[in-house]
């Protein structure tokens, strides 16, 4: 009953802060919460192959770039495709996409999943550094079709005056959703059985559990919310291009994933919070600042070494992050029986 409550509880708070936030915070705090909302609904999918199932992969940039094309390419009309393609005209196919807002996430989310559903047979034939090699290569050749195929997706181009519909009633409630959805997976028959996977592969397997179904469950259910994030990034940048795309989008993802607890849901979410954030709100570190009656001069890039320098001071003594592999309602147990 304890536990209802608490649930309740915080699924109320963060609805009453969704719906007032916009109200109470000025312009630059909201798009910072709209970037946080994104990256909550990509790190929470992506810690759920990474951290809950145990397959080490790097894939989340190509599956965000082709939720951010697919919705970009459906929301603009035909006029202003002929206007921005350039190097060469869109095909038919290209020039007919269209659609509603809801209807390009969805489409979006599931043309991430399709293709995470191909890429499950070849991948998921290989462990360990062998898988993370093979998902990486992935992302790079995402990146490089979108460069060399400009009938598509206007080459290095990309695509601009995308509709602007990443309010944060949107990020914030689909970032919800997101949240809840993956916690009910992860208490889920699915989810032990993906925890088993993580533990021990062939003792999951020699248990009757069917790891290749397992795991390809989880690829795509990770792959459809990074889609559905893609989506929501190209409409809140309002452009789409090659080099967003990159290794370090999945490298600020695998940071958060580690600082929060592989495996931990809502350490997912304040590692979020702890990295995107926090790289923008320690932004004036890089600005003239007085110190002791002195003024020192701009030092651009001081914020990210400051922000590098707690990272590692939080993982030297939180080793397996901020919350383990549980979750907050598991701390909070744990506490309150030392307590007693």
Same mark, same amino acid.
């Given at each position: 009953m304890k536990k209802i409550i608490f649930n309740v509880a915080v699924l109320?708070?963060?609805v009453g802060f969704i719906l007032l936030a916009p109200m109470i915070f000025a312009d630059y705090t909201m798009r910072i919460l709209n970037n946080i909302a994104i990256f909550t609904i990509l790190a929470v999918s992506y810690n759920l192959i990474n951290g809950v199932t145990g397959q080490f992969s790097l894939e989340p940039n190509g599956? /965000?770039?082709i939720g951010a094309y697919v919705t970009a390419l459906l929301l603009l009309n035909a006029d202003d495709k002929m206007y921005q393609?350039? /190097?060469?005209?869109?095909?038919?196919f290209i020039l007919w996409m269209n659609s509603g807002f809801i209807t390009a996430l969805i489409v979006s989310g599931l043309s991430a999943s399709a293709v995470a559903l191909m890429l499950a047979f070849p991948v998921f034939r290989v462990r360990g550094d062998y898988l993370a090699? /093979?998902?990486?290569?992935?992302?790079?050749?995402?990146q490089i079709l979108a460069i060399n195929n400009p009938q598509i997706t206007n080459g290095s181009l990309g695509l601009n005056d995308i509709p602007?519909?990443?309010?944060?009633?949107w990020t914030g409630?689909?970032?919800?959703?997101?949240?809840?959805f993956i916690l009910n997976i992860v208490n889920s028959k699915y989810g032990r059985a993906m925890k088993a996977v993580r533990d021990d592969e062939d003792?999951?397997?020699?248990?009757?559990?069917?790891?290749?179904k397992i795991k390809t469950t989880a690829f795509c259910t990770s792959a459809f919310f990074e889609g559905v994030g893609g989506g929501l990034l190209a409409v809140l940048l309002t452009t789409v291009s090659p080099d967003q795309f990159t290794f370090f989008l999945t490298f600020q993802l695998l940071i958060i994933i580690v600082l929060g607890g592989l495996g931990s849901t809502t350490g997912a979410v304040v590692g979020t919070i702890l990295v995107v954030g926090g790289s923008e709100w320690l932004r004036f570190l890089d600005e003239p600042m007085k110190l002791f009656g002195y003024e020192t001069p701009a030092m651009p890039g001081l914020r990210m070494v400051v922000f590098s320098v707690i990272l590692v001071l939080v993982i030297l003594f939180a080793r397996r992050g901020l919350f383990g592999n549980g979750e907050i309602g598991d701390i909070l147990k744990k506490i309150k029986s030392k307590k007693q």
């Open positions: 109320l708070i963060a599956f /965000v770039a393609f350039v /190097v060469e005209e869109p095909t038919a090699i /093979v998902t990486l290569g992935f992302g790079f050749i995402i602007e519909y990443a309010n944060f009633y409630f689909a970032a919800l959703f997101t949240v809840i003792a999951a397997g020699a248990m009757g559990i069917n790891t290749f």
